[in-house]
């Protein structure tokens, strides 16, 4: 069975200040990991992957995450936030070798503090 | 510009009434899915579809219906057997389930509410 944790239901940042989103894994084989956001009564928008290669992926906005296989970790990360960043934050797995449909952590929401 | 669309985006439904919501694509994407979405529990898959004519039930189908009769539209039925039904539907597509690295595209999603 394949599993994402997301451990913070929230995180707050001041802006301009980093900020961090956590995620970790559990599947089988190797991951595919995925990091997607949400704005209220929106649906979700695709950020970033990894599928292999280079452990630090950038994304949309200004994002990366880095792929830690023995922490079995997927970070989201960005330098500098922006008020504008505060969204719900998904990160998901899939067993790149399995049969099993993706699978969504419970989300985070981030707040980013003027 | 390519993408999907789910109507209607809000959505009432009576007790013991069957609603159906819309999802459209114009991706050219062979698989499609369907999300419940329940503050603080993530994304649950509802049903989902590889193919026209084909679709497999997910986690939490009860109460649901689908039906895959063009490659373009996957309806989500909700019955009244669904006995708490008030959440945020969300459609995505993929381009097939057998590329596993492909990432799923959303709709803007429908909020159901039963009064």
């Known amino acids: 069975a394949q599993s994402v944790a997301q451990p913070e239901d929230q995180v707050n940042v001041a802006e301009g200040n980093p900020l961090t989103v956590k995620c970790t894994y559990s599947v089988s084989g190797n991951p595919y990991l995925f990091w997607y956001v949400q704005y209220p009564n929106r649906g979700l928008q695709f950020l970033l992957k990894y599928i292999t290669g280079d452990n630090l992926v950038k994304g949309s906005y200004g994002f990366e995450a880095e792929f830690n296989k023995s922490q079995t970790s997927f970070h989201l990360k960005k330098p500098s936030a922006l008020v504008s960043d505060s969204a719900l934050y998904f990160c998901a797995v899939r067993d790149a070798g399995g049969y099993q449909k993706v699978t969504f952590g419970t989300g985070t929401k981030l707040q980013v503090i003027p | 510009d390519g993408g999907i669309t789910q109507s209607p985006k809000y959505l009432f439904r009576k007790e013991g009434q069957n609603v159906t919501l819309s999802c459209e694509q114009n991706l050219n994407h062979d698989a499609m899915y369907w999300y419940r979405q329940d503050p603080g529990q993530g994304l649950r898959l509802i049903y989902y579809?590889?193919?026209?004519?084909?679709?497999q039930k997910g986690d939490i189908a009860e109460g649901y219906s689908v039906s895959r009769e063009k490659k373009e539209s996957f309806p989500l039925t909700v019955t009244s057997a669904q006995k708490n039904p008030t959440a945020f539907y969300l459609c995505?597509?993929?381009?097939?389930?057998?590329?596993?690295?492909?990432?799923?595209?959303f709709g803007s999603g429908t909020r159901l509410t039963v009064v």
């Open positions: 995505a597509s993929s381009i097939s389930e057998g590329d596993r690295s492909y990432g799923y595209t």
């Open positions: 579809s590889q193919i026209v004519n084909d679709f």
